[in-house]
C-alpha cells in the first residue's frame, strides 16, 4: 500500500520570500510522483512530476522539487513567491503500476503582502 | 482549446433518485478518471479507465458506476443517491497512466 503525508496544512508566507511545502510518502516499491496546484474554485492542475532521471524536477511557474529516496521526500520549493500563488497544494504518489493515484491531504499556501 | 468538461457544475438531490455527472475531454486521451474531494481527506480515486471499454475501481468505488463506450466520455453514475456521497467530484484526463488535466468540478449535495 502506498501514503502521502503532507506535514503542513497551512503555510502563510509574505510576499518574495521563499518557501517549501513538505511531502513525504510510504511505498514498498518504486514510485512516481507529483505536485498538483489547486486555485479556488477550479480543478486540480499538475504542477510536476518525477518518473525517473534527475532528482530535481522543475515545473510550471517556478516551482522545483527534489526526490529524496533515502528520506522518502518529496518537497516543493520556490525561491520567490508571489500573491497569485496562493492556493492549495497537494502532493500525490503512484506505485510502479501507475493506475493508482494517492493523494496528500493538501496544503494551504497563503501568501501574504 | 484543451479542456476536460463536467456537467452539472453543482447539483442538489435527494436520497435514492439516480443521477448521472457527465465528464467529456477533447485531447483524445487514452486514460480517464473520477475523484472525489473531501476536506482533511485529499482526492480519493473512486474509478478509473484506461481505454474505450475498460474500467476499474479506484479507491472509493462503493456506490458508484462508470462507463466508457466513447474515448472522450466518462461519465459516472450513482445509482442510488446517499448523503455520504456529497462531496466534490472531479474528473480527469491524461495521455499518461495519471491524471494531467482535471475537469471544473462538481458540487454534488444529497439531502
Known amino acids: 500500500a502506498q501514503s502521502v503525508t503532507q506535514l503542513d496544512s497551512q503555510v502563510p508566507v509574505f510576499e518574495e520570500a521563499p518557501v517549501e511545502l513538505r511531502c513525504n510518502y510510504s511505498?514498498?516499491?518504486?514510485?512516481?510522483l507529483f505536485w498538483y496546484v489547486q486555485y479556488p474554485n477550479q480543478g486540480l492542475q499538475l504542477l510536476l512530476k518525477?518518473?525517473?532521471?534527475?532528482?530535481l524536477v522543475k515545473g510550471i511557474n517556478g516551482f522545483e522539487a527534489e526526490f529524496n529516496k533515502s528520506q522518502t521526500s518529496f518537497h516543493l520549493r520556490k525561491p520567490s513567491v508571489h500573491i497569485s500563488d496562493t492556493a492549495e497544494y497537494f502532493c500525490?504518489?503512484?506505485?510502479?503500476?501507475?493506475?493508482?493515484?494517492?493523494f496528500g491531504s493538501g496544503t494551504q499556501l497563503t501568501v501574504l503582502p | 482549446e484543451a479542456q476536460v468538461t463536467q456537467n452539472p457544475r453543482y447539483l442538489i438531490t435527494v436520497t435514492g433518485k439516480k443521477l448521472t455527472v457527465t465528464c467529456s475531454q477533447n485531447?483524445?486521451?487514452?486514460?480517464m478518471s473520477w475523484y472525489r474531494q473531501d476536506p482533511g481527506l485529499g482526492l480519493r480515486q473512486i474509478y478509473y479507465?484506461?481505454?474505450?471499454?475498460?474500467?476499474d475501481k479506484g479507491d472509493v468505488p462503493e456506490g458508484y458506476k462508470v462507463s466508457r463506450k466513447e474515448k472522450r466520455n466518462f461519465p459516472l453514475i450513482l445509482e442510488s443517491p446517499s448523503p455520504n456521497q456529497t462531496s466534490l467530484y472531479f474528473c480527469?484526463?491524461?495521455?499518461?497512466?495519471?491524471?494531467?488535466?482535471f475537469g471544473p468540478g462538481t458540487r454534488l449535495t444529497v439531502l
Open positions: 518525477y518518473l525517473s532521471g534527475s532528482t
Open positions: 479507465s484506461m481505454n474505450v471499454e475498460v474500467t
Open positions: 480527469a484526463s491524461s495521455s499518461l497512466q495519471v491524471p494531467e488535466f
Open positions: 500525490a504518489v503512484s506505485s510502479g503500476s501507475a493506475r493508482q493515484l494517492t
Open positions: 485531447m483524445n486521451h487514452e486514460y
Open positions: 511505498s514498498s516499491v518504486s514510485v512516481y
